[in-house]
């Protein structure tokens, strides 16, 4: 026998190679029955409607609707900058315009994705412990403090920065466990497509001194330089960051630095109480008010911090893998603390998305049996154990439910301000606009209006809204009062010029709202709202020219808007006026093709169509639209129809 036969191994018998392959089994059955858990507990979310700010994400950003990569790399949305998160919603637009169930399955699946991502980064970490990384995951996928993340379309960005960021984090952990170099570099592109979701993903390095911590990695040059990629993309991530809130006016200044650090204790106190108790959950936790100060609540998170964190470290100063996971959560939510006061909530339910994976697993740690099991750790187990159980069913249930909360803007602005009555301006101005154009409740969305007028009467948006109420309301020249003080405070929104613009056109100031739809215009040369009504008010003052140029600048800018019919509709009747009897048939055409089911204006078309082929003299097919423009519902004279032969 030559030396290289003796030197190969021997085949494995079958029987141990199938107790290999079945070993496995088992953690496939417990990723497998987590992953769809949490799918049954968030289906309340695939049919929920666009809310808060998704028309700015979605519906109204021209990145989303005529993406080009230029305009991705180098601008912000929201006060954020994330390419990657904008490019993914501009994907949906592309596969379903604006029906929401893409998006939401697409929301869904990365939740589902970051679920097995974390089953199998837990894994890693804690070296096959069961119950660590089963507890961990299964509380990742379905608490209801995620619900935010997943079934907020806006909030793309968290489910996508987190995919990649958790890719990231095993793919440092396999090279620190292997010492394969390919294994960093695939952690450095992760980073970098993670920082391009969303900005939070600035920490990561630090989470990775965390992996080195548990590890037990000596500080050494080497490890050291192995960090310089990752601080090189957090510093980029960090400066066009700053630039974009500061330039969104995202940054307050309203509140002194000992109110912020009580700002930041209440916050650490609340969301690891939140984990534990997830009840009285809401879109917005309202900073208290500057004119009455803040409330006991946040001195005696300031205590109980002041005691329990100290309390805590000293307790867990002999087990990294505990220290591990309250480091993991204190990176992951520091910057959003409130330290720098960002935004108009003192806390949110989507900060702990990454996070709670830290707390969850310095908590299941004690479910496994410890290599070194002290007496607290005995006594912790049953304890904790004990803890997941019940939370469990609450939190499933508390999931389902809270996923039907964000529905739509009315069951989610109601929600809060059950929570927070008299206390949150936005909820109101929100709620309100919700019931301004679903069902037509204008007495109602002005009450909400006023409401929050009475909280804060200093934004110009709340004053624009209330306008907007006053108008469908038929009360005009108060409609136009709250435009004017709306321009003042902000004279360069375009919104409250093109608002005012709609109003002059309605109270019958055809040639006043049209410089008003210029301003707007002038201020943003790429709002198609302003150049639809224009063309209205052209068509109006009979300059029908003009008419037809807006209204091809309005489809040009959005082909897709859910109303581009009604331009249609407008350039035939433009067209007819201007005897163009041939093109006012073809814009009739699409006007009719893309109306909704149901449209009010389709019989106008029908009739306007008719009138353009008896000019051209086939009586047939006028008298087949005049008769279908009558069962619509328009009014057709009787002599029109003796006169095509009816």
């Known amino acids: 026998m030559d030396k290289s036969t003796r030197n190969q191994r021997k085949p494995i018998p079958k029987k141990q190679d199938r107790a290999r392959s079945s070993a496995g089994r088992p953690w496939l059955l417990w990723l497998g029955a987590i992953l769809v858990l949490t799918f049954v507990v968030y289906i309340p979310s695939l049919d929920n409607d666009f809310v808060w700010d998704d028309d700015l994400y979605v519906s109204e950003n021209p990145l989303v609707t005529h993406p080009n990569a230029h305009a991705l790399l180098t601008t912000p949305v929201g006060g954020n900058y994330h390419p990657l998160t904008v490019a993914s919603l501009a994907l949906n637009y592309r596969i379903s315009g604006l029906n929401t169930a893409s998006y939401h399955w697409l929301n869904l699946l990365l939740h589902l994705a970051n679920t097995g991502l974390v089953f199998l980064f837990i894994r890693q970490l804690s070296k096959g412990r069961l119950w660590t990384t089963v507890v961990t995951s299964l509380f990742f996928g379905v608490h209801p403090m995620h619900v935010e993340s997943v079934a907020w379309i806006a909030e793309r960005k968290d489910v996508l920065y987190a995919f990649f960021y958790l890719i990231g984090l095993i793919a440092y952990l396999w090279y620190v466990d292997r010492r394969q170099r390919p294994w960093l570099g695939v952690a450095v592109l992760a980073f970098v497509m993670s920082s391009a979701s969303k900005p939070a993903a600035v920490v990561f390095p630090l989470a990775l001194l965390a992996i080195d911590y548990i590890r037990k990695r000596p500080f050494k040059i080497s490890v050291a330089l192995e960090k310089v990629p990752f601080l090189a993309v957090s510093l980029v991530d960090g400066i066009l960051t700053l630039s974009a809130q500061q330039g969104s006016g995202a940054i307050t200044n309203l509140w002194n630095p000992f109110q912020k650090l009580l700002f930041a204790t209440y916050g650490t106190v609340m969301y690891v109480a939140k984990l534990l108790v997830p009840v009285r959950l809401s879109a917005i936790y309202p900073y208290p008010s500057p004119r009455t100060g803040l409330g006991p609540e946040y001195y005696v998170a300031f205590a109980a911090a002041s005691v329990l964190v100290p309390a805590i470290l000293y307790l867990s100063r002999h087990n990294r893998s505990v220290q591990f996971g309250l480091a993991f959560y204190f990176i992951n939510i520091i910057l959003v603390l409130q330290l ?11 900060y702990t998305y990454l996070a709670y994976i830290g707390l969850l697993f310095a908590s299941a740690w004690w479910l496994d049996e410890s290599p070194n099991p002290g007496r607290a750790g005995l006594r912790a187990k049953p304890v904790l154990a004990g803890i997941f159980l019940v939370l469990l069913p609450v939190s499933m249930l508390q999931t389902w439910k809270r996923a039907d909360v964000w529905q739509n803007a009315g069951t989610l602005w109601s929600d809060t301000i059950q929570k927070h009555p008299g206390q949150c301006a936005d909820a109101y101005v929100n709620r309100g606009n919700y019931y301004l154009r679903h069902g037509k409740r204008f007495e109602a969305a002005l009450a909400d209006f006023n409401q929050a007028l009475a909280l804060n009467s200093r934004t110009s948006g709340i004053w624009n809204c209330k306008g907007n109420a006053l108008t469908e309301l038929g009360r005009y020249d108060s409609a ?14 375009g919104e ?4 005012r613009g709609a109003a002059k056109l309605r109270k019958g100031d055809a040639a ?25 008010a052209y068509i109006e003052m009979r300059e029908y020219e003009g008419a037809i140029s807006d209204c091809r600048r309005a489809v040009e800018l959005d082909p897709k808007s859910p109303d581009t019919y009604i331009q249609f509709g407008t350039i035939g009747f433009a067209e007819e006026q201007l005897n163009r009897h041939r093109m006012a048939i073809t814009d009739f055409d699409e006007a009719i093709r893309l109306s909704p089911p149901g449209e009010p204006r389709l019989g106008a078309y029908y009739l306007y169509r008719s009138y353009a082929r008896s000019a051209l003299g086939d009586r047939t097919g006028a008298l087949n639209d005049a008769r279908e423009a009558q069962r619509l519902g ?11 032969g009816g």
């Not at 006043?512 to 209205?536: C, E, K």
């Not at 328009?634 to 095509?644: D, F, G, H, N, S």
């Open 496 to 499: 409250a010029l093109n608002s």
């Open 340 to 350: 720098i006061t960002v935004g108009g909530a003192v806390m949110a339910d989507r």
């Open 512 to 536: 006043g709202s049209v410089a008003d739809f210029s301003r707007a215009i002038g201020l943003n040369a790429t709002g198609r709202q302003a150049y639809a009504n224009r063309a209205i």
């Open 634 to 644: 328009t009014m057709v004279e009787p002599a029109y129809i003796r006169q095509l």
């Open 480 to 493: 136009l009062a709250c435009y004017d003080r709306a321009i003042k405070l902000n004279p360069s929104w």
